[in-house]
């Protein structure tokens, strides 16, 4: 197992695309958590809203972190489907016929680079709208914060790569994705405490590791589904 680790992980940063992923996150993260809590720095000084009025920082944090958690979901799926796509899949299957140990590598590299990249996204996050909102950026606890978000970054890696190994199509893994992390959030709260969406954001935000519990609910049976189509159809 280690080997096939070591492999994956190997082939990954072999290529240019995850660099750019990595890089196109923490941007888009750090920019637009600034931009967030620059616009309410800016109502207050138009006087849309009180002199006196605070912002917690996780606020537009967390708003800027979806952005660059589906930019680190798709470094996740070209694990999976920049293979299929070429054909690789079929070398990477026959230098390693236990398929369930291929699919277990690729989760455990997306899921390790998914929480590390989350984690420095969170923090140049947490500093740019910490900086942008001064004065103004009520108390919180950045540490327990941006270690949150890293660990939904890791977990919604995971999750892309059952859902990719599924799919084997990069639009449609994408498009999936971006539907339940994101889209799910439109529906009714009765229903969303139960959807990979509300259940990231709602744990992101420090509401109790249930949902948590929610996110990993969703991963593992699609791992699971994953893991019996993989041993069950050519690659």
Same mark, same amino acid.
């Given at each position: 197992?280690?080997?096939?680790?070591?492999?994956?992980w190997g082939k990954l940063w072999s290529l240019r695309s995850p660099w750019f992923?990595?890089?196109?996150?923490?941007?888009?993260?750090?920019?637009?958590?600034?931009?967030?809590?620059?616009?309410?720095?800016?109502?207050?000084?138009?006087?849309?809203?009180?002199?006196?009025?605070?912002?917690?920082?996780?606020?537009?944090?967390?708003?800027?972190?979806?952005?660059?958690?589906?930019?680190?979901?798709?470094?996740?799926?070209?694990?999976?489907?920049?293979?299929?796509?070429?054909?690789?899949?079929?070398?990477?299957?026959?230098?390693?016929?236990?398929?369930?140990?291929?699919?277990?590598?690729?989760?455990?590299?997306?899921?390790?680079?998914?929480?590390?990249?989350?984690?420095?996204?969170?923090?140049?996050?947490?500093?740019?709208?910490?900086?942008?909102?001064?004065?103004?950026?009520?108390?919180?606890?950045?540490?327990?914060?941006?270690?949150?978000?890293?660990?939904? $970054? +890791?977990?919604?890696? #995971?999750?892309?790569? @059952? =859902?990719?190994? *599924? /799919?084997?199509?990069?639009?449609? !893994?994408?498009? %999936?994705?971006?539907?339940?992390?994101?889209?799910?959030?439109?529906?009714?709260?009765?229903?969303?405490?139960?959807?990979?969406?509300? $259940? +990231?954001?709602?744990? #992101?935000?420090?509401? @109790? =590791?249930?949902? *948590? /519990?929610?996110?990993?609910?969703? !991963?593992?049976? %699609?791992?699971?589904?994953?893991?019996?189509?993989?041993?069950?159809?050519?690659?």
């Amino acid at each position: 197992m280690r080997r096939a680790f070591a492999a994956e992980w190997g082939k990954l940063w072999s290529l240019r695309s995850p660099w750019f992923c990595v890089a196109a996150a923490l941007l888009l993260t750090a920019g637009t958590a600034f931009t967030l809590a620059n616009d309410f720095v800016y109502d207050i000084s138009l006087g849309r809203v009180p002199e006196s009025e605070t912002l917690p920082v996780l606020d537009p944090l967390i708003q800027a972190a979806q952005l660059g958690r589906l930019t680190l979901v798709a470094l996740a799926m070209l694990l999976v489907t920049s293979e299929y796509g070429t054909g690789v899949i079929r070398s990477t299957f026959l230098a390693r016929p236990q398929r369930g140990e291929v699919l277990l590598a690729k989760t455990a590299v997306a899921a390790l680079v998914g929480f590390g990249a989350g984690l420095t996204c969170a923090i140049a996050g947490w500093a740019c709208a910490a900086l942008a909102l001064g004065s103004h950026a009520a108390p919180g606890d950045p540490v327990a914060s941006c270690l949150r978000l890293a660990v939904v $970054a +890791a977990v919604a890696c #995971a999750f892309a790569t @059952g =859902v990719a190994f *599924l /799919l084997r199509s990069g639009v449609g !893994t994408l498009t %999936t994705m971006v539907v339940l992390l994101l889209g799910l959030q439109l529906v009714d709260e009765r229903t969303g405490v139960y959807l990979p969406a509300w $259940a +990231a954001e709602d744990f #992101a935000a420090g509401d @109790g =590791v249930r949902h *948590l /519990l929610v996110l990993l609910a969703w !991963t593992t049976v %699609t791992w699971l589904g994953a893991r019996l189509l993989l041993v069950r159809r050519d690659a």
